[in-house]
């Protein structure tokens, strides 16, 4: 009976100092949520050589024509190796060509050194047309479409984002009042 005393004694000391030993989070048997977290925020971060996309119209009626030099805009947050937001940047597409379509690129190393991409926007800037040079917010193209769902070239080591496609009018939208 004082053997078993001792071996009961010897046991719960030993499984409570086991578990002093063991970490609260279950052990190394998988990625702590720190890790999980970090990864995913990565993921988030643009870090590859972007090319944005998309065509310009302007609308006539109920015709589409596409917009031969047009030039559209794209704004982006960084943030520096701390994480913190820096200034937005932005720059402009090449003028869309004879069917509107229009082709930006930006490399991150463009950025400055130590920033990385977080979040980009695609919206119309200018438009060659006196008649047709009224932007309209059709699929964000005043607020900003933002870039989402990228298709990744292989070949060119680049995420490919698609946008609008994105219209003018030869009016201007018309302001609807609140009655105030």
Do not use: W
């Amino acid at each position: 009976m004082k053997m078993a005393c001792i071996h009961r004694t010897f046991f719960l000391a030993f499984m409570f100092v086991a578990t002093l030993l063991v970490p609260s989070s279950g052990g190394d048997f998988g990625p702590k949520q720190h890790d999980v977290t970090q990864k995913f925020e990565e993921e988030k971060l643009l870090s590859t050589n972007i090319a944005i996309q998309g065509i310009v119209y302007c609308k006539s009626a109920s015709k589409l024509i596409p917009v031969e030099g047009a030039l559209t805009r794209i704004t982006c947050e960084a943030v520096d190796e701390d994480g913190f937001e820096t200034t937005p940047f932005s720059f402009l597409s090449e003028e869309t060509d004879s069917k509107g379509y229009f082709l930006a690129t930006l490399c991150p190393r463009e950025v400055a050194e130590n920033h990385v991409l977080k979040e980009c926007r695609a919206c119309l800037d200018a438009s060659p047309l006196n008649n047709c040079s009224y932007a309209t917010d059709v699929n964000q193209g005043i607020s900003g479409a933002l870039l989402h769902s990228p298709r990744f070239l292989h070949n060119k080591n680049m995420k490919l984002y698609t946008v609008g496609p994105f219209l003018f009018t030869s009016s201007p939208p018309s302001t609807v009042s609140d009655g105030y």
